[in-house]
């Protein structure tokens, strides 16, 4: 059982004391990026083109890009700019596609096109370690150019689906419908777009009065929360500790999120078969029971500790990426009534964004490191096990079944 990694020899802290300055600029960009993604996200969710709001995202992490590609990495407000433009994009985006890829995509492909974006995500992660490897992030940025060129060439040129282009014309329809009513002589314009306003704060007041709105919002706050929470609680020291110094943290990363990667995949491929709600089950089932192993094996089998640890971390890992990494993204767009999705998504995402910023803080080392020392047990490892636990329980009791439509 080792948080013993973190031991402060002379040079440890000689290291730690020379890239302090360098964590903090990492840490300023990073921070930039992840608090721009909540607002931006809200403002997009408030949009019903989905078509060009996406659009317009893309442009934000074009830009951000170009801006990262041409500053020096001496100018800090120039990078942590380029952060924020990306972080805008990444929030739009992320609010976006998953609704608009269940809009326009048929029932029977609508999971897999959906989860793929969880599945982009990822490889987005796995192209920054490797950027990150190579010490500059201009490969990243150029990739991030190219792919951001694509996508906006590919909006522009290849038009909706005939299904996504039927319920747009049919809310076209509605608002002409509205204004044929209009008769200029008794102001009754006036009268139809105060009507029009008292029914938008009806409509957003309703959300949190009526259970078939606030109900879908509840259950993606706690999803969107198990999945961080489960996810980015890193358990890296524990690999580090057992296989000692022969694996850097760098290499442990890369390899972990390929890892999720190939587990996101299969469960894309299996997730027709059986179910979202269960494979939500048998994810947080298999985190509960690999958790509680680690944590016997670390307290009660202390002789087993090299040897069964790295295992049983990767099965977390395997079981959180089947369940609780992809399907909450899935699941995003499809259990919300269309007046509300958008904005429900929105809300999600926030969390997602706010989420992030805290739990990948350095400080919560340090906090677990100082309970640690204090107590000799691994809090966070019983947290962890408790929201496994709780993860279980709410996919068995609160995730709806969901038919192969979208709400209407």
């Not at 300023?28 to 709001?53: D, H, N």
């Not at 048929?106 to 992660?125: A, N, Q």
């Not at 029009?196 to 929360?225: A, H, V, W």
Request: with cysteine; net charge neutral.
């Amino acid at each position: 059982m080792c948080l013993e990694w973190t031991v402060h020899d002379d040079d440890v802290t000689t290291e730690n004391d020379w890239s302090t300055s360098e964590n903090m600029s990492k840490t300023l960009i990073y921070g930039g990026a992840i608090i721009s993604a909540g607002p931006a996200a809200l403002i997009a969710s408030m949009q019903t083109k989905l078509r060009e709001v996406l659009t317009i995202g893309t442009l934000f992490t074009l830009c951000g890009s170009i801006v990262l590609m041409t500053c020096s990495t001496d100018a800090l407000s120039t990078l942590i700019t380029g952060r924020i433009l990306h972080g805008m994009g990444a929030g739009i985006v992320c609010v976006i596609v998953p609704n608009y890829a269940a809009e326009i995509t048929e029932p029977k492909y609508r999971d897999v096109l959906t989860g793929l974006h969880h599945v982009y995500l990822l490889s987005g992660m796995m192209l920054s370690r490797f950027a990150d490897d190579y010490c500059t992030y201009s490969y990243l940025n150029v990739g991030i150019v190219g792919m951001a060129i694509l996508n906006l060439i590919v909006l522009c040129v290849i038009e909706d689906p005939p299904c996504f282009q039927l319920i747009f014309y049919e809310n076209l329809r509605k608002s002409e419908s509205d204004c044929k009513c209009i008769d200029v002589s008794n102001n009754s314009s006036h009268k139809l777009l105060r009507y029009r306003d008292i029914g938008k704060i009806m409509e957003l007041s309703s959300i949190f009065t009526k259970k078939q709105y606030y109900r879908p919002l509840l259950i993606n706050i706690c999803l969107i929360s198990i999945q961080q929470f489960s996810g980015n609680i890193s358990l890296m020291d524990k690999l580090q500790c057992a296989y000692g110094k022969q694996l850097p943290i760098s290499g442990m990363i890369s390899t972990i999120t390929g890892f999720q990667l190939i587990s996101s995949i299969c469960c894309l491929l299996t997730i027709y078969i059986l179910g979202k709600k269960n494979v939500l089950i048998i994810s947080g089932l298999g985190m509960t029971i690999t958790l509680s192993l680690v944590i016997a094996t670390l307290y009660y089998m202390k002789s087993f500790d090299e040897l069964w640890l790295p295992n049983l971390i990767i099965m977390y890992i395997i079981f959180y990426s089947i369940g609780y990494g992809p399907i909450p993204w899935i699941l995003m767009p499809q259990i919300c009534p269309r007046k509300s999705k958008l904005w429900t998504s929105g809300v999600a995402v926030s969390l997602y964004a706010f989420l992030n910023l805290i739990i990948n803080q350095p400080f919560i080392n340090n906090i677990r490191y100082t309970m640690y020392m204090l107590s000799g047990i691994d809090i966070f490892l019983f947290i962890l096990t408790i929201v496994s636990v709780f993860g279980t329980v709410f996919a068995c009791i609160c995730i709806p079944k969901i038919k192969d439509r979208i709400s209407s």
